[in-house]
């Protein structure tokens, strides 16, 4: 993958896996998260709402909220800034961390496109600090359009284990903008314990675009998410699924 870009792009990509693999506050996987493409736009600016509520059990009404702004000022680059703010049931909604985040592609391999991401995390409310990294992978044939994230972060406390997880999604043109798939996030296991009895969430999702506010094509473009994963493994203990809302405004 070397060849993919210049040797010094590659080292630090490298660099930025390894430092990650050396959580914060435990979520349901996938609530408030999005399953990421593996390639940026240039000049694109983005802001972003993403909302993710449990349903049923002891888990019922457990919510997370993520609001991100996103640049990408070089054609290999996208920065970009979140706060998340969750809920326990029963709960008042508190800020659990504000974050920095790269993403950075390396091309194609196989017809594959490549990226990594880099997460820093900052804890609030008594949460600490915590490190991710993602390595992006996203395959577009004609209208089809599938993504994989493999997932590993490490909360900053003292003898925290890093935790792997799985994001991924496969959907295709029905109708215009209009797309139709299936998403599916989950845990992997951590560095002591992999592949375990785990939780998992997968389900259908429903995906628009429309050019610009009140379909004048004019202005930003609105993109929006909305499905519902049913809950498997381990997740079905406490919880029956997950409702799942992102909008997104990209300038």
Sequence with gaps: MAGLLPKPLFAVSCAVLLFALAPSAHAAPGLGEEVYGATVTKGET??????????????????????????????????????????????????????????????????INVAVYGEYAFGLNGEHDGLETKLLLERQAGKFDARLNLIAEKSLAHGEKVEFSYAASADIAVAGELRAGVTAFGELGTSRQFLPRAEHFVGPVLKGEIEGLGGTGKGPEIGIEAGYLFALGKARDDTKGQFRLLVELEF
């Excluded at 049923?56 to 993520?66: F, M, R, S």
């Excluded at 979140?82 to 194609?108: D, Y």
């Design 46 to 111: 983005e802001i972003e709402a993403r909302y993710g509520a449990l349903a049923g059990k002891a888990d019922g009404g457990t919510d997370a909220l993520k609001l991100e702004a996103a640049a990408t000022p070089l054609s290999g680059l996208r920065i970009a800034g979140f706060v998340s703010l969750e809920r326990a049931p029963n709960g008042t909604r508190k800020a659990t961390e504000a974050a920095v985040e790269l993403i950075h592609p390396l091309g194609k391999l196989g017809g």
